[in-house]
């Protein structure tokens, strides 16, 4: 039986191995004037170079300049003063910028296993970790000065921490939430949506489950984050910009516009999206649901993230469709994948189950690997959109 000290190395190892994987990759990152990493770096270079007096200027430039309209805006200003940050210590560069989705994803990493250990135990955590350390999309957007991977860090940083309140109340575990969700919030506005997926949950357990739920106190703890983010807004100076940035924000894209001929098409495009991405991850986790509730187990964790996993979908599919707008499925799809993976092996080899799980998931491990590197660095896919994953797998032609 392994020492917790030996799970700890191998989780170091692990986290090392992927970030040294990426490295090298970073400084063949193509970038293109129109593409959101560009938009990010000139809010970041503006605010690191006039302060947060800049953020008044962002506002008003963006809402002056009209061909700029369906660009990242500066809504996102836990982003941007993160980045601002970021980039004061290190340099102002695209790479540098880049760096810090690495740093995210790295961090993302260690929180995954940090919770999922106190759920799972040790062997499932580390599991866990090595399926989304080696996830195409974590890997792709770790290499990218994109907003996904810090959004995904904060994200998922506040599910584990909802579900630990729930589980563990407690004034610790109530700050920590209010502060990371709030972080979340003002990384990235859909992360309001969340709300939705802690409520629902919280219905579901009351009337279905008939467990007890602190109604009031778990109010508090969703309305703080959204109030404590409207008082930075104010505090910065740029809370009367933003019903024109909300109105702008509302407004259809062009038809010709890269958001409307790239990132439109149905309800069960994420699905595709993921399938070209790691085909293997979406056949386990529609398998596990499935069988989760023809079971109908009762497993308080793995209800949970199916409604993260649930409603999260459901929600975004109203908006437009890009596979990295959802990065957040990719945990509870490993998750599922995991416990999929070692109920099979529990079928095949009841009496050395763990270590075919294991086999299992390094397998599907070097599968994405593979999988990550034709599309990302062979491939040189920037933006994972339908189409480009499309044509990478060449079941679309295109010249």
């Not at 000139?42 to 200027?57: I, V």
């Not at 759920?119 to 996830?135: K, M, P, T």
């Not at 958001?259 to 149905?266: I, M, N, R, T, W």
């Not at 999260?312 to 109203?318: E, K, R, V």
Request: net charge positive; aromatic share 18%; with cysteine.
């Amino acid at each position: 039986m392994a020492t917790k000290s030996t799970y700890r190395l191998l989780l170091a190892l692990v986290i090392v191995l992927a970030v040294s994987l990426l490295l090298p990759t970073l400084a063949r990152v193509p970038y293109f004037s129109y593409a959101d990493d560009i938009c990010y770096f000139k809010y970041a270079t503006c605010l690191g170079e006039k302060g947060l007096n800049g953020l008044s200027g962002l506002f008003q430039g963006f809402i002056a300049d009209q061909p700029n309209w369906f660009n990242p805006h500066p809504l996102r200003i836990g982003f941007i003063i993160l980045s601002a940050a970021w980039l004061k210590i290190l340099g102002y560069s695209l790479l540098n910028l880049a760096f810090l989705s690495l740093f995210s994803y790295a961090l993302f990493l260690g929180f995954s296993y940090y919770f999922s250990r106190k759920y799972l135990g040790e062997q499932l955590a580390l599991l866990l970790v090595i399926l989304l350390a080696f996830s195409p999309l974590q890997m792709a957007m770790a290499r990218r000065a994109f907003v996904d991977s810090s959004l995904n860090l904060f994200s998922l940083l506040a599910v584990w921490l909802f579900w630990d309140f729930l589980k563990n109340r407690g004034r610790a575990r109530f700050i920590l939430f209010v502060a990371v969700y709030t972080c979340s919030i003002l990384i990235k506005e859909t992360s309001l949506l969340l709300i939705f997926v802690f409520f629902s949950f919280l219905l579901f357990s009351r009337f279905i489950y008939k467990e007890k739920v602190p109604f009031k106190k778990t109010t508090v703890l969703l309305a703080l984050p959204v109030i404590l983010a409207g008082l930075v807004y104010l505090a910065c100076g740029v809370s009367s910009y933003m019903p024109g940035i909300i109105k702008i924000l509302l407004m259809p894209a062009p038809a010709d516009s890269y958001a409307s001929l790239f990132c439109s098409g149905p309800w069960y495009r994420y699905l595709i999206d993921y399938m070209l991405l790691s085909p293997w991850v979406v056949i386990l986790t529609i398998g596990f649901i499935f069988n989760f509730f023809l079971k109908k187990e009762e497993d308080g964790l793995s209800l949970y993230f199916i409604f993260v996993f649930l409603v999260s979908f459901i929600l975004f599919s109203a908006f437009l469709k890009n596979v990295r707008y959802m990065i957040i499925l990719d945990t509870p799809m490993r998750l599922f994948s995991l416990f999929m993976l070692n109920m099979i092996a529990q079928r095949i080899w009841p009496r050395q189950a763990m270590k075919l799980t294991v086999v299992l998931v390094v397998s599907l491990a070097f599968f994405d690997w593979f999988n990550f590197y034709h599309l990302f660095i062979a491939e040189n896919i920037h933006d994972p959109t339908s189409f480009f994953l499309l044509k990478a797998k060449q079941i679309i032609p295109f010249h």
